[in-house]
């Protein structure tokens, strides 16, 4: 019975990791982007909802309202400014002004918000539990969840059902085509970054109910986001979600055998997949 | 018809001239314990040993375009391999350096395995989670200290090779004859590493890795063998990281996991000096490495600020002078310190053609 509770909480967990994995699947999915600061762009939008709730004493259910287009505007913007100017063949000036943002991020928040560690006060919903049955799931992991299924099952109809994801598509595969037809490619690309900070941000608010957090633990959620996109497959935002709960399966499983292992056994289990199946469980995309 | 009487060279004047200089400034470099003091020892041995990384970097994302994030894996068991020597088998922490660089390679085949499986960008972050894990692992090693670390025991730091003569010659206390060494040995790693990099882009293996980074297909197509060109400079990268690596834990004496495999350390400050230097040139970490310590020992002293101006300046120099600062003055001036071009000088091609 301790492992099934177990292995419920790892795939309750890997909700979370969906959550961090969808916002860099779209983004690469569309652009061929890896950004580099994707986590501590996570971080950064729980610092804001985290200012939200401070300021003006809202639950962060409330406050990332507020947080959700703020985040929209500095993905916009970001795109827009920065990294638009150097997306092409070429990947590695993507990845360095990536990493360098990284690092900006990082120490700006560690002199703003300094180094002591926060949590969003979540209140009752933090310590309530759902009885399904012969286990018990607590709300928060289990809301998570909730949201990882709907935010990807929204990411998808936006992706294969609106004149958007067909503008996405068409830009993804053909740019210069796709701009004969009246789409500007640079105001597309901005729009799924802007998108991507909305998914990021709901990440975020989970990620600082659940847990507390630093300006420096930002690197380590994009590796787990990571992780959950090559073993999902890339292009695939169902398998993104298989790809989150993989790796919280594998990362609960190792904990319950020794609390050192925990974050060990998500890479084992990513470098297991590379090696069995190198393209990820449900791969789409050729790249 | 007489033989085309033509020569291909890749020395330049300018060339010839900075190799000169370069021989005055390493005679002037290697007589360093004769004029500078301890802390500047210190300085140079840290300017020396950041550059060998970064000439490693560049070796990789530069030319190799591998574009690593996961160094510091290297640096790290380079650095552990050497304490390990030292405390379990008891070996001399001068030859343990090199078993750090074998420590090095031996994990670069696994890494290699996994990571070329990996494209693009995805590569840079597999081998960061390689990193990671590496790191995690040395963590529960607890015969070097496990998550908290340990030092160099007394009886290796006394009992180091060459530190007695190095104090006796410069009546100096054992501590400060340390430092000479380790500067030394810094200063022998990167005159073979600078020199090693540069015998290697002027062979017919350069040509093949540079054809290998401009075009794969094409490079395929005329005969190269890019996985093999890709194997062998990861193995060798990570054999010099893992060496650079001990000797910098040498140097410190002391070693915990989170230093040894320090993202920032050993990863964001050698791309930023790759970066703003100038990639895909040996001049350009050269420049980057004195930009940056320039920077670091006026700026430091403003915390989270500096490495926030760091990042900002690799930003900007990669948007505005992708080539970095090297770039800029090369495309200028036309200069080549380390040129690698060849060159066709006399003989009668053009006039030949009707």
């Known amino acids: 019975m301790i492992w099934v509770d177990t292995i419920l909480q790892g795939v309750l967990l890997g909700g979370l990791y969906a959550l961090f994995a969808a916002g860099l699947s779209l983004v690469f999915g569309i652009m061929r982007l890896v950004n580099l600061a994707h986590g501590d762009l996570i971080v950064l939008a729980a610092y804001l909802i985290l200012g939200v709730t401070t300021l003006l004493g809202l639950h962060p259910f409330l406050a990332v309202f507020l947080a959700v287009p703020l985040m929209f505007g500095i993905g916009y913007a970001l795109q827009l400014g920065v990294l638009n100017r150097v997306l092409g063949d070429d990947i590695l000036p993507p990845l360095l002004v990536t990493f360098g943002l990284s690092i900006v991020l990082q120490n700006v928040l560690l002199e703003t918000a300094s180094a002591d560690s926060r949590r969003l006060p979540a209140g009752e919903t933090a310590v309530e539990a759902l009885n399904l049955g012969p286990v018990t799931v607590g709300l928060l992991p289990f809301l998570t969840f909730a949201s990882a299924i709907a935010v990807i099952a929204a990411l998808q109809y936006l992706f294969y059902r609106t004149a958007m994801g067909r503008a996405f598509r068409a830009v993804s595969d053909d740019p210069v085509t796709a701009s004969l037809m009246g789409i500007r490619p640079a105001s597309v690309f901005a729009l799924a970054t802007g998108i991507a900070m909305v998914v990021v941000t709901i990440a975020a608010l989970y990620l600082g109910m659940r847990a507390t957090f630093d300006p420096a633990i930002g690197p380590s959620r994009l590796i787990y986001a990571f992780e959950a996109v090559i073993i999902g497959g890339l292009g695939s935002l169902w398998g993104t979600l298989a790809g989150g709960v993989v790796i919280g399966v594998a990362q609960t499983v190792g904990a319950a055998i020794n609390p050192e292992w925990q974050i060990l056994a998500g890479h084992v289990a990513f470098l297991v997949v590379l090696l069995i199946r190198p393209r990820g469980l449900f791969p789409r995309a050729v790249d | ?354």
């Open chain 2, 1 to 354: 018809m007489s033989a085309p009487a033509y020569t291909v060279r890749t020395g330049t004047r300018a060339s010839r001239l900075f190799g000169w200089g370069l021989l005055a400034l390493l005679v002037a470099l290697v007589a360093a314990p004769l004029w500078a003091d301890r802390g500047m020892i210190q300085d140079l041995f840290f300017i020396l040993t950041m550059l060998v990384l970064a000439q490693f970097w560049n070796l990789l994302a530069g030319y190799g375009g591998l574009i690593s994030i996961g160094q510091q894996a290297f640096v790290g068991l380079g650095a552990y391999a050497m304490f390990g020597a030292v405390i379990v088998w008891g070996v001399n922490p001068v030859p343990a350096i090199l078993l750090g660089g074998v420590a090095a390679v031996l994990l670069a085949i696994p890494t290699a395995f996994f990571a070329f499986r990996l494209v693009g960008a995805y590569f840079a972050i597999g081998t960061w989670v390689i990193a990671d894990m590496a790191r995690l692992i040395v963590s529960q090693w607890q015969v070097v200290g496990g998550g908290t670390g340990t030092s160099l025991p007394r009886e290796a730091r006394a009992d180091m090779w060459g530190v007695e003569t190095i104090a006796a010659l410069f009546d100096m206390r054992a501590a400060a004859a340390r430092d000479v060494l380790a500067y030394w040995l810094a200063l022998a790693l990167a005159i073979a590493t600078v020199a090693g990099i540069y015998a290697l882009l002027r062979s017919r293996q350069g040509l093949a890795l540079a054809a290998v980074r401009d075009n794969v297909e094409a490079a395929g197509a005329v005969g190269v063998d890019a996985k093999r060109m890709r194997w062998s400079i990861f193995l060798v990268a990570a054999f010099g990281t893992g060496i650079c690596g001990a000797l910098i834990f040498l140097q410190n004496a002391r070693i915990a996991p989170d230093a040894a495999f320090s993202v920032v350390d050993w990863m964001a400050y050698v791309i930023f000096i790759v970066v703003i230097g100038g990639i895909g040139r040996i001049e350009g970490p050269i420049v980057g490495v004195l930009v940056f310590f320039v920077l670091q020992s006026t700026l430091s002293q403003f915390g989270a600020w500096y490495l926030m101006a760091l990042g900002l300046l690799a930003i900007t120099v990669m948007l505005i002078a992708p080539r970095g600062l090297w770039g800029v003055i090369s495309d200028r001036t036309g200069l080549q310190l380390f040129p690698i071009q060849r060159r066709l000088y006399g003989g009668r091609i053009a006039k030949e053609t009707p």
